[in-house]
T-cell receptor
Framework: EDQVTQSPEALRLQEGESSSLNCSYTVSGLRGLFWYRQDPGKGPEFLFTLYSAGEEKEKERLKATLTKKESFLHITAPKPEDSATYLCAVTYSGGSNYKLTFGKGTLLTVNP | DAGITQSPRYKITETGRQVTLMCHQTWSHSYMFWYRQDLGHGLRLIYYSAAADITDKGEVPDGYVVSRSKTENFPLTLESATRSQTSVYFC?????????????FGPGTRLTVL
């Protein structure tokens, strides 16, 4: 069964303390891997899409990377406003019609 | 640029009642999706639509009905609400003709079934 697993479930950092979130997937034939940010009471907000191993994308303090089996979301010198739940999702070429399969998310808390 | 909107944002109903959640997007995206989000399960796909009058089941379709008569609207109906349908519901849309198939989400509807 195709699965998406995110770790850790929760991460608490001090402001400025860099770290990484992990998303591993077992889908056959990855089409795309997506990272979203979700704030409490809001819908997921799109961050990045990665399509091939070795690809990297950056946005402010966030950098997403992709290998054949997992993706990392690196957070450099985080600030309290980076606190949110980060969701990983995949689409796969064996699936149909662009359906996203989500992981359960990582709750990131950045303390000032 | 309104993007994608959902209504109502909050709804309380009783078991057995019919409830319709509305989703409207202004981007003319061909694909639209309904998800539910529950603790311990993450986001799960209920139904999706590739175009007006074309819909298909997702992972958890039982108890839900969708229709899509216009490209911009994708209502989700719970024909006879049950307590297990208490959840947060998100609508999303995407345009597969672009170089990416990114889905963009609405703000969600929090539904409570008593």
């Amino acid at each position: 069964e195709d699965q998406v697993t995110q770790s850790p479930e929760a991460l608490r950092l001090q402001e400025g303390e860099s770290s990484s979130l992990n998303c591993s997937y077992t889908v056959s034939g990855l089409r795309g891997l997506f990272w979203y940010r979700q704030d409490p009471g809001k819908g997921p907000e799109f961050l990045f899409t990665l399509y091939s191993a070795g690809e990297e994308k950056e946005k402010e303090r966030l950098k997403a990377t992709l290998t054949k089996k997992e993706s990392f979301l690196h957070i450099t010198a985080p600030k309290p406003e980076d606190s949110a739940t980060y969701l990983c999702a995949v689409t796969y070429s064996g699936g149909s019609n662009y359906k996203l399969t989500f992981g359960k998310g990582t709750l990131l808390t950045v303390n000032p | 640029d309104a993007g994608i909107t959902q209504s109502p944002r909050y709804k309380i109903t009783e078991t057995g009642r019919q409830v319709t959640l509305m989703c409207h997007q202004t981007w003319s995206h061909s694909y639209m999706f309904w998800y539910r989000q529950d603790l311990g399960h993450g986001l799960r796909l209920i139904y999706y639509s590739a175009a007006a009058d074309i819909t298909d089941k997702g992972e958890v379709p039982d108890g839900y009905v969708v229709s899509r008569s216009k490209t911009e609207n994708f209502p989700l109906t719970l024909e006879s609400a049950t307590r297990s349908q208490t959840s947060v519901y998100f609508c999303a849309s995407s345009d597969p003709t672009t170089t990416t198939d990114t889905q963009y989400f609405g703000p969600g509807t929090r539904l409570t079934v008593l």
